[in-house]
Structure formats: C-alpha cells, structure tokens
C-alpha cells in the first residue's frame, strides 16, 4: 500500500466513523516504510474527529511536527476544531496566533474556527476583532458562518446590540443568515 491509498483507507474509514480503524491504520503506516505524510496525518485527525475523539485527533496533530512535517491549513484548521470541541478553546486561540506568528496563510475555516473558540470563551470582543482585523488583513471575505458565529459570540455575552450591527452588516453583504 502507497501513501495515496493508505490516505484513502482512512479517510473511508472516518467517514464510516470508524476512528479506531483510521488509528490502527496511521499506527500500522509509520511501524512500516510507507513514509507517512501531512496529508496521512490530516486523514486520521479528520477521522478521528468525525467520531468524537479529540483527544486521539489531538495527539495525531501534535505528532505532526514531530516527525519532521509541516502542518498545512489543514492541519491548524482540525488541530483548532479539535481543542474547541474538546473545550479546549484557550488552546484553539493559541493555535491561531501561532499560525499567524509563523506567517501561515489562514483560511475562513481557519478564522471561523478561532471565532467559535472565541465565541466558547465568552470573548465576544476577540471574535469581532477577528472579523473586523484579522480577516481583512488575510484578505478573506465573511461567510454566513463568519457572521452567524459573531452573532452567537454576541448573544452569549448579551451584547445584542453588537449582534444586530453584524445582522444589517451581513444583509449589507448580500448573504442571508
């Protein structure tokens, strides 16, 4: 088995939701000489994330550099949502300054990701910075999910002021919430 189709098998086996499957098989590829890749790694994150285990998708991403690869997107994006599904949301913030420190290009997944992070933090003020700073300076458009994630971090500190300005803002864009 290549690397191509050993990425295959486990992103089948993440969407089965079959994470342990995914796991046995990321474990299996780097124990033989199939030289285990980035994008190996992001399949059995992904895998693992699909079946509800952060803490598994956490340990693959962290091994990722220490194997002597480089994260991609990718692989910040399923590091971030991991520690934000796993409640870790301290962790998702830090993970996206870094990745800005290490002049990484962030994507809208990447920056959505930090603000519902924000957002679980109660940090209202950081998830409109986000919108309103970091996405501008990365030259990235605001999607409905961009919009609808500032306007929950909004409602959950019931700042709904701040949440209608971002509801006329994303009429204003032509997108429907």
Same mark, same amino acid.
């Given at each position: ?108 997944? #990447?920056?959505? =990701? !930090?603000?519902? %992070?924000?957002?679980?933090? *109660?940090? @209202?003020?950081?998830? +409109?910075? /986000? $919108?309103? &700073? ?11 999910? #961009?919009?609808? =994630? !500032?306007?929950? %971090?909004?409602?959950?500190? *019931?700042? @709904?002021?701040?949440? +209608?300005? /971002? $509801?006329? &803002? ?8």
């Amino acid at each position: 088995m290549d690397a191509r189709q050993c990425t295959q098998v486990i992103k089948k086996a993440g969407q089965s939701r079959c994470w342990t499957q995914a796991h046995t098989l990321l474990l299996q590829a780097t124990q033989l000489t199939l030289q285990a890749n980035t994008i190996i790694y992001n399949a059995a994150v992904g895998a693992c994330m699909r079946g509800q285990q952060w803490r598994c998708s956490l340990d693959f991403a962290s091994s990722v550099p220490t194997r002597g690869l480089v994260w991609d997107t990718v692989s910040w994006n399923s590091a971030m949502y991991a520690h934000e599904r796993g409640n870790n949301w301290a962790c998702a913030l830090r993970l996206f300054m870094s990745m800005l420190e290490q002049d990484q290009t962030p994507s809208i997944v #990447t920056c959505n =990701t !930090a603000m519902k %992070a924000a957002a679980s933090g *109660q940090l @209202w003020q950081h998830a +409109l910075a /986000l $919108l309103a &700073d970091e996405m501008p300076r990365c030259k990235l458009l605001p999607d409905v999910i #961009t919009y609808n =994630t !500032a306007i929950s %971090a909004c409602k959950e500190d *019931q700042v @709904w002021e701040w949440g +209608l300005q /971002l $509801l006329a &803002d994303m009429r204003n864009a032509a997108l429907l919430p």
